[in-house]
C-alpha cells in the first residue's frame, strides 16, 4: 500500500491506501512531500517532530493534519517526509491524531512549492483491504 500522485487540472491529487485510517493518512502526506519533490535524502539532517492534530470529522481531521505539515514546512523550513500517524475516534464528533514527521531541510532538496490542502473532492473510505484516501492540493 502507499500513495500514487494524480493529476487534476492545475493541481496535483494524491490518493493513498494503507490497511489502518493513520497509515493512509501517513501515506497521503509521503505523497504531498512527493508532489513537492521528486526525491529526498534517506538519513534525516533534523530530529522528527511530533503532530497532534483533533477535529470534528475525519475529513477536517485530515485537512488539519495536512495543513499543519505545510505550516511547519514554512515555519521550520523543511519537508516532512517519512510520515507516520495513528487515528482514533475519541467521541462522537472528535477525531484524534497523534503523528510524527522527519524533516529533510529544504536546503538539502529541490522541492516546488504546494500552496495549499483542499476539501475539493476529498475522499475518505473504507475498503476491503483497508482505507482510502483522495486529496487535491494546490499548487
Known sequence: MGYEL????????????????????GAAADGM?????????ADGDRDRFAIDVTAESREALLFDYLDELIYRR??????????????ECLTPGEWHLDGSARGVGLDRVEARDLKAVTYSEMVI?????????YVVFDV
Open 6 to 25: 494524480r493529476q487534476h487540472t492545475a493541481d496535483v491529487a494524491v490518493e493513498a491506501t494503507d490497511e489502518t485510517l493513520g497509515g493512509a493518512f
Open 33 to 41: 512531500a512527493a508532489a513537492m519533490c521528486a526525491d529526498w535524502p
Open 74 to 87: 514554512d515555519v521550520r523550513l523543511v519537508l516532512p517526509v517519512d510520515n507516520r500517524a495513528q487515528i
Open 125 to 133: 473510505e473504507e475498503t476491503e483491504p483497508g482505507w482510502r484516501v
